[in-house]
């Protein structure tokens, strides 16, 4: 652990408020080195997904040629939302730094808390309904890559 | 609600997998109409953030020219994982369509159920351990947001 990523990610958030963003930076280090930083640019992109992390793991998977970030370390300004935490999953990068919690990011007018409660609602009471629509070929979709050879697993 | 597009994302997702993406595809429409489509490319782009649900909200979203998607409905052919699920809840659609449930791409040896189940799991004891730094300095960003006016939210 290198408690001065942490920091650089902090002052790289309070940056980004200047530059109308949202208050969340992160880095990817990778041997010391950081290869790569996010800022929250939603508003600024008009981009939901834009936040800190998700850019910094695709400029990290961008910079290193692959779609995952082995023996990397992700540090964040902020605990990963929802979204960002299963990217990070997705990503496999060795660890996750972060300094605020998402009860602070909640406190400061976001929805991380919200979203993390909702996950644990059924589909139909969520307040984005969530509707399964039964159609008799949603199966083919896995049946073909579970059948193609030579595929390339993520 | 609308099978046809439920099933045009089915075909959709069918046909990726032909051209070595994952088996995943989803639609926005908006009154009606499709405004955007996605499909996994998490391999061909090397962003394992590029899926289907992902893609298809960044792309109606820039045919928007909003950081929303209000009044939008999503169609996917699969449940969507925790990453895409936090995605759509930062997109607040009006309503999220799926046809194959999350159980189903695990089955196919894809993580959603697994991602699902960390969430729960304490910090420390994730497969991806997440570590708090404590830094003196880590509600700067959210006092910078807070105190700034005529700022975006989102």
Redesign the interface.
Known sequence: ?N?SF??QA?EL??N???R?G????ALVVKDGIVIATGVNQ??RT????A?AE?VA??EA??V??????AGCDVYT???P?????????????????????HD??T???F?DS???R??AVPHSQRT??????V?E??????E???S?PG????
Chains 1, 2 share one sequence.
């Open positions: 652990m408690n942490v920091r902090i958030a309070v980004n408020v200047g109308d949202g208050p969340f930076a939603v508003t008009n981009d939901p997904t936040h998700m793991i695709r998977c961008r290193l040629g692959e779609f995952q970030l300004s902020c605990e939302c929802p979204m960002c935490l299963g990217a990070l999953y997705w990503a496999r990068p060795a660890r996750v730094f972060f300094a605020a919690m602070d990011a406190a400061a007018g929805d919200f979203i993390y909702q996950m984005i309904p969530m509707i399964h629509v159609d070929q949603a199966a083919r979709p896995f073909a890559w579970v193609r595929k390339t697993q993520y």
